[in-house]
């Protein structure tokens, strides 16, 4: 199998950090943050305003984001790129993320029929405001209830032995 560095060689910077934020552009992964802040930076923002993009797309610290987009002049965005030296499952898009993905899906066709049902009930997609503990809040009667889906799939599978 080919690494990540063999498969993008040859390749224009500009067009792989073009792809990461077209196909992936809010997603929280480092190589994404660095891709957006590399592009910043080739439409003629200076360093310190694209690795501030950098940072706050959670790539790393703002000094560390500095170093980083300071260095994509030299080396080019794929230069930016460290290989990943853990393979297990955590450190593997495909087996981590998707699955998330489908069960996310899932709960959320559950909990749009159960809000159906009852019509007090009303729920907030919060995935997409940051790095938070809470994927979605449930609202009914003025009482709120954040709603991790990794904590509440599990455990409600778990339901069934208690």
């Known amino acids: 199998m080919k690494s990540p560095n063999e498969i993008l060689k040859g390749r224009k910077d ?5 792809a990461l934020v077209e196909v992936l ?9 660095l891709a ?3 592009i910043h930076l080739l439409d003629g923002a200076d360093v310190e305003s694209s690795a501030r993009i950098a940072f706050k797309r959670g790539a790393a610290t703002l000094a560390k984001s500095r170093q980083l987009v300071a260095g994509a002049k030299e080396r080019g965005f794929i230069g930016l790129l460290t290989p990943r030296k853990r393979t297990g499952s955590a450190e593997n898009p495909v087996t981590k993320l998707f699955p998330a993905s489908v069960t996310e899906q899932r709960f ?3 909990l749009e ?20 503990l809470t994927d979605f809040g449930l609202s009914e009667k003025g009482i709120d209830l954040p ?4 904590v509440v799939v599990p455990a409600s599978r778990n339901l069934k032995n208690l």
């Open 113 to 132: 029929k159960l809000c159906d049902s009852r019509r007090e009930l009303d729920y907030s997609d919060e995935r997409e405001t940051g790095h938070t």
């Open 108 to 110: 959320l066709e559950v």
């Open 25 to 33: 552009g809010d997603c929280p992964w480092e190589a994404v943050a």
């Open 147 to 150: 709603i991790n889906v990794k």
């Open 14 to 18: 500009v067009d792989v950090a073009h």
């Open 36 to 38: 957006h802040a590399y």
